[in-house]
């Protein structure tokens, strides 16, 4: 791949102005380079971190071998006679459904029967079901045929009548009512926890995790203006349903399957979570939270630049994972500015440089696009990688003058 050429001329050695020989005069020519040196030096060490421009990496610094995900079955379900309810179950918090049972019951009109487990797990699928159809709720019990498509008949399916599935639904409830006082997440805080802790029984991830950003859409009450509504609701203009409520996530990149869920609680709460009174930065500290579980393992870990940064880079690699990110805004100790005055010569060019901090290798990459693409890692190389693509996605590129090559630390961290 062809290395970027920079406007400003090559780093020089460390020269200090003053130790030279006060009789000793520079030409005017002497002079402006004597700045332009200095000015380019500056370039290169970001808050007291010096950095190196480099032809590229070409060892992978990640010493970890590549592994894929399995489930941890255990020896409760027969390979053979695996059914997708087994997997539900798998995916699901063993002891909740009884726990879900129970306070539901408490929720109850008097006088009618407690929910039982089975009917629980009738209402998930009967819920799961509603998203497979365009049909209005109370249509879905109907056993009238119309010549054309089978009656739902819901009722039979999941052996629930149409008037205790919505009062079961009106009551579902995932904590005891006494916990809802004071803590505006607790209807579903035991649920997400109990989530994550059972994807960390049940699932061995891959030897490459993604953190990224989700939100559920929510269409009803927002907290903000009455009591009974979601507690922080937020909006996001760019996603085709960016109303409802954010979490940030952990996924396995091998499987696709998310690993951890984190909800946003509001700044006010956020800044008090784990690891916040270490790295300070909210982006660096949720990314810990998440993959907290793998800690130690040698994983690597993908992010976007809501998480990117080089104190992400080193608080990863402090705590025994690899990052790789794309840095926008967190650009302390990155040498954005640097960047940012060299010139490519086509889509595609790329610069690397290389650092240290606290004895972990750090690498700075940029990539020609149309608008440049600047990366942070500590693994993989930068040895070029075909980048796969097909049909229109690869006549785009070609169209556009772009390289299909990219850099392995990119298409393959």
């Not at 380019?40 to 970001?46: S, T």
């Not at 020609?368 to 990366?375: M, T």
């Given at each position: 791949?062809?290395?970027a ?10 020269i ?11 030409s005017?020519?002497?002079q402006e ?6 000015l ?7 808050n ?6 480099v ?8 010493c970890m071998p590549?592994f894929?995900?399995?489930?941890l ?6 390979e053979?006679?695996?059914t ?15 726990d ?6 408490n929720?109850?009109?008097q006088?009618?029967a ?9 209402v998930f ?6 998203t ?22 819901f ?12 009062i ?12 809802a ?6 209807p579903?805080?035991?649920l997400?926890?109990?989530f ?7 699932l061995?991830p891959?030897w ?18 009455c009591s009974?509504?979601m507690?922080h ?8 349903k ?15 399957v ?12 956020m ?7 270490e ?33 992400t ?5 402090k705590?025994g ?22 010139e ?23 990539w ?8 942070v ?8 990688e075909n ?17 299909l090559d990219r ?7």
């Open positions: 791949m062809k290395q050429v920079a406007v400003m001329p090559p780093i020089p050695p460390s200090s102005v003053e130790a030279a020989s006060p009789t000793l005069t520079l005017a020519e002497q380079q004597e700045v332009d040196n200095t380019n030096a500056n370039l290169l060490h970001c007291g971190i010096e950095w190196k421009v032809e590229g990496v070409v060892e992978d610094w990640r590549k894929g995900a399995h489930i079955w255990g020896n409760d379900v027969d053979a006679r695996r997708p309810l087994d997997y539900w179950m798998m995916s699901f918090p063993s002891q909740m459904l009884a879900i049972s129970i306070w539901t019951s929720c109850l009109p006088g009618s407690n929910a039982k487990e089975d009917e629980v797990l009738a699928g009967a819920l799961y079901s509603l497979r159809t365009s049909e209005g709720r109370r249509d879905l019990w109907s056993t009238t045929e119309d010549g054309l498509f089978p009656a739902p008949r009722g039979e399916r999941y052996s629930l009548t149409r008037d205790r599935f919505e079961l639904l009106r009551c579902l409830s995932f904590c005891p009512a006494h916990e006082i004071g803590d505006k997440w607790a579903v805080r035991r997400i926890e109990g994550n802790q059972r994807r960390v029984e049940k061995y891959g490459q995790l993604c953190v990224d950003e989700s939100v559920s859409s929510w269409r009803g009450k927002d907290g903000d203006f009974d509504g507690p609701v937020t909006r996001i203009d760019r996603k085709p960016g109303v409802g409520c954010e979490l940030k996530d952990c996924a396995d990149a091998d499987t696709k998310i690993l951890q869920l984190e909800i946003q609680e509001g700044a006010e709460v800044v008090s979570k784990e690891y916040m009174a790295y300070k930065l909210v982006g660096t500290a949720q990314l810990l939270r998440l993959t907290k579980p793998w800690h130690g393992s040698g994983r690597a870990v993908s992010a976007d630049s809501a998480f990117a940064s080089v104190a880079a080193v608080a990863c690699r705590n994972i690899h990052f790789t990110g794309l840095v926008k805004t967190a650009t302390r100790m990155y040498p954005k500015k640097y960047i940012d005055e060299v490519f010569q086509e889509l595609g060019d790329d610069i690397t440089l290389t650092s240290s901090m606290e004895g972990h290798n750090i690498m700075a990459h940029a020609g696009d149309k608008v440049r693409k600047c990366f890692s500590t693994h993989s190389t930068t040895l070029p980048l796969l693509t097909s049909g229109d996605g690869e006549r785009y590129l070609m169209k556009m003058g772009m390289k850099l392995k630390c990119i298409t393959k961290p």
